[in-house]
């Protein structure tokens, strides 16, 4: 049997003392946990996410430090002329050169708030794809809701399916990266 089968499938019950029925591997618990941090770093779609939004981050890191090197050489080149020049006529060159840097800040601004906001986006875009599958666990164990781990004062560990959650996510969604067709 695959991994991705046997994830899908529920583990089997096994008879405990007293006639209770337990499941192997996962918690039978009202209440479950959850960190979500970790489930998204972790899994597939995660870790792919992190990387696109760093490569666009360094892409404008590099953008920005050109910018910057341009933008100084400009000053400079300003600065010298400044003798040669009446204070007027510099300070519309002046004037000019700062609106010129303002501009170009916001421009730059612009494009962090954009990275930023696309990795707003792909947390948004992977919790909603994983809902089924966390309802799906929440189900199995018999819970009734699945808490922030972070949010709850004293659990057992064994209440914790972050690390299951990642791996049935996973065997789901993969790296959420849409193929040729625009699916997954």
Same mark, same amino acid.
């Given at each position: 049997?695959?991994?991705?089968? !046997?994830?899908?499938?529920?583990?089997?019950?096994? #008879? !405990?003392?007293?006639?209770?029925?337990?499941?192997? $591997?996962?918690?039978?618990? $009202?209440?479950?946990?959850?960190? #979500?941090?970790?489930?998204?770093?972790?899994?597939?779609?995660?870790?792919?996410?992190?990387?696109?939004?760093?490569?666009?981050?360094?892409?404008?890191?590099?953008?920005?430090?050109?910018?910057? !090197?341009?933008?100084?050489?400009?000053?400079?080149?300003?600065?010298?002329?400044?003798?040669?020049?009446? #204070?007027?006529?510099?300070?519309?060159?002046?004037?000019?050169?700062?609106?010129?840097?303002?501009?170009?800040?916001?421009?730059?601004?612009?494009?962090?708030?954009?990275?930023?906001?696309?990795?707003?986006?792909?947390?948004?875009?992977?919790?909603?794809?994983?809902?089924?599958?966390?309802?799906?666990?929440?189900?199995?164990?018999? !819970? $009734?809701?699945?808490?922030?781990?972070?949010?709850?004062?004293?659990?057992?560990?064994?209440?914790?399916?972050?690390? %299951?959650?990642?791996?049935?996510?996973?065997?789901? %969604? $993969?790296?959420?990266?849409?193929?040729?067709?625009?699916?997954?």
């Amino acid at each position: 049997m695959s991994c991705t089968g !046997a994830l899908s499938l529920r583990a089997q019950e096994i #008879p !405990a003392i007293g006639g209770a029925d337990f499941q192997l $591997g996962l918690p039978q618990s $009202g209440i479950l946990t959850i960190q #979500p941090d970790r489930l998204f770093s972790e899994s597939a779609f995660g870790r792919r996410a992190e990387r696109e939004i760093e490569a666009e981050g360094a892409v404008l890191t590099a953008e920005n430090r050109r910018i910057e !090197a341009e933008l100084r050489s400009e000053e400079l080149e300003l600065t010298e002329r400044r003798s040669e020049m009446e #204070p007027e006529a510099f300070r519309a060159l002046a004037d000019a050169f700062d609106q010129k840097v303002q501009e170009t800040r916001r421009r730059q601004d612009q494009k962090l708030r954009e990275i930023t906001q696309m990795g707003e986006e792909a947390r948004r875009e992977f919790i909603k794809a994983s809902l089924p599958v966390l309802q799906q666990i929440m189900q199995e164990a018999g !819970a $009734g809701a699945i808490l922030d781990h972070s949010s709850v004062f004293l659990s057992a560990e064994a209440a914790d399916i972050t690390s %299951l959650a990642i791996a049935r996510i996973d065997a789901v %969604l $993969g790296d959420g990266a849409a193929d040729e067709d625009g699916e997954r």
